[in-house]
């Protein structure tokens, strides 16, 4: 049975999907490198649906981006439709974002998971209580109506949310999610070792019998060691203690300000002319075990998080109690960092565990589920995510883009760097110049992305006279509808052109589409390295011990990896057309040169006004322009 949900197949698709179907009936793990184009989403789900329905297998498909939610939704709408297949789908975000209660939307996702158990224990939400009105298990006429709409129809968690008003959605989503053929989540539903059991448990799933799908695979590594991580900030620790005090608990209260003090102390001490050191995991546990016993302090924590929670507010002791919990982990694949610290010019130090070792998350999941397909856009080191995941026996699949080569130009600035130690005012002028001429000489919208926000400032205050369009600046820490209200603002000057300076691994350099002439060029500000700290050194230090890779797996390949999926904004189909600009001449040095995607291989530019005059001459080719 083949459920391709389109007539055509594109170049690359049928490979991708022999390789795929090999992957599920063999039961061995695929790593897909997949450029923009090939349609992956549709050659990854038209196999895996087949044998699941043929073999009461369960897929998961996962994803960090809510956006490609909404394509997943659409391919399987078009599969039910072409085939009049009943394909049973829920499509889950975290329980938190499904919650209809308005006191839960500035709780973490840890925080809201002890105040639901809370509300639920004490039979205090009204939610749950309209879904289960008698006893749980027992579903309402409303929930029962509710949950036969969804059933009959493949919708996205936004819409069937709504259909769930009243109600509470994750316990109808999760309930649905029993008897459904493929389930849409985030890595952490999976990778998560807490969340894992329980998510399986709740949807009553063996592990064994789950075919994974894991989109944008390149971030996996990242967000599983960041499932892992945890910090503790002298402000929390003051926060958490005028909590205690806020509703008597008096005691803890003096023993949290007073721990506050001593790891104060300590942490000046420590670090005097430094700005970070590693740390013993006892060194933090002797000071808290100075003041009361660690388990003890813990309980007493989470007792007070209770009560807080009764009182539908965010709780900092039980942030604290979490991180106390996770600290006592052991040493193998996990760094402890002492850092001092300014927010808005005020001094503050943060005592971090850092996960360095993904596969600690992820090697367990894929040795024991039925098989699984890694993919994205810039996977070209098959090899390197294999090991690193702990992915002992995966097959690798490296297609080409199928996009012509004529659509795209790639051009490398020799003369400009942002390397640290070249760093100047004539660097960054230089470099300014580059940018204003690139906007104001391509047709349309351009996309600007930086190493840092501390790089975009510094040029932005150079150039933003010059630039003869509208400048879009993407903020640290914008909400979601300022992004959203961002993006469109740029989709409404696509004709006229809006210049958007962004960040590599940021917002929209990695989590937004521009198809079409929504970005005519991209103009790629150095490259986007880690910050030479301790974290990056140590995971350098971890992967070389590991891998006799460190340098590669820890440094450059993650940052061209970045580079590539920013680069990557301006050619989205067949009848886009792009330029690249690489302001940085390390582009050209072979080392970095050589993990530049194939069709984004670039050339040393010689008259930048010329080259994006020549490219962009015939505007008719340019989708929207005439």
Known sequence: MNLFPFDAVRAGQKEFMDAAKKAIDSETPLIVHAPTGIGKTAASLAPAISYSLENKKKVLFLTPRHAQHKIVIETLRMIKEKYDKNIRVVDLVGKKWLCGLPEV???????FSDYCKHKRKENTCELYKNTYPKKEGEL????????????????????AKEKCAGLCPYEIFTRRAKSADIIIADYFHMFHPKIKNAFLNKIKTDIKNVILIVDEAHNLPSRARALLSTRLTDNQLMRASNEAKDIGFEEIAEDLEYLKTKLTKFAKKTLEKKDEVRLKKESLLDIVESIRGVDEL???????????????????????????????????????????????????????????????????????????????????????????????????????????????????????????????????SKIGKYIVKT????????????????????????????????????????????????????????????????????????????????????????????????????????????????????????????????????????????????????????????????????????????????????????????
């Open 298 to 428: 813990i309980e007493s924590l989470e007792k007070i998080a209770q009560h807080v929670h009764e009182l539908k507010k965010k709780s900092f002791c039980s942030g604290v109690a979490g991180f106390l919990e996770s600290w006592m982990v052991g040493d193998l694949g996990y760094t402890r960092i002492l850092q001092k610290k300014k927010f808005k010019e005020k001094e503050y130090f943060s005592f971090s565990l850092e996960c360095l070792d993904p596969g600690i998350a992820t090697k367990e999941v894929f040795s024991q589920i039925h098989t699984a397909i890694l993919m994205s856009g810039t996977l070209t080191q098959t090899a390197m995510y294999g090991k690193i995941l702990g992915i002992s026996n995966a097959d690798a699949l490296v297609l080409k883009t199928p996009f012509p080569a004529k659509n795209k130009k790639s051009l490398v600035a020799p003369d400009v760097t942002t390397k640290y130690s070249a760093r100047n005012s004539g660097q960054f």
């Open 439 to 626: 906007a104001n000489k391509v047709p349309g919208n351009v996309g600007v992305f930086f190493p840092s926000y501390f790089v975009q400032k510094q040029i932005y205050e150079l150039v933003w006279r010059s630039i003869e369009k509208p400048v879009l600046v993407e903020r640290q820490g914008m909400t979601k509808s300022e992004k959203f209200e961002m993006f469109e603002e740029y989709k409404k000057h696509s004709k006229k052109g809006a210049v958007l300076f962004g960040v590599v691994g940021a917002n929209f350099a990695e989590g937004v589409d521009f198809p079409g002439n929504l970005m005519n060029a991209v103009v790629l500000v150095g490259l986007p390295l880690e910050r030479p700290d301790l974290l990056t050194e140590s995971l350098i230090n971890y992967y070389d011990i590991k891998f006799k890779k460190g340098w590669e797996y820890g440094y450059t390949y993650p940052a061209m990896n970045r580079a590539m999926q920013a680069a990557g904004r301006c050619i989205r189909s067949e009848k886009d057309r792009g330029l690249i600009l690489f302001l940085d001449l390390r582009y050209l040095w072979p080392n970095y040169k050589k993990l530049i995607l194939e069709e984004y291989t670039p050339t040393a530019s010689k008259d930048i006004d010329q080259e994006i005059g020549d490219f962009f001459k015939n505007k008719n080719t340019i989708a929207g322009f005439s």
């Open 105 to 111: 939307e500035y709780l973490s996702a840890s925080e």
């Open 140 to 159: 309402s006429e409303e929930a029962k109506t509710a949950m036969k709409y969804l059933d009959r129809n493949i919708m996205h968690s936004d819409d």
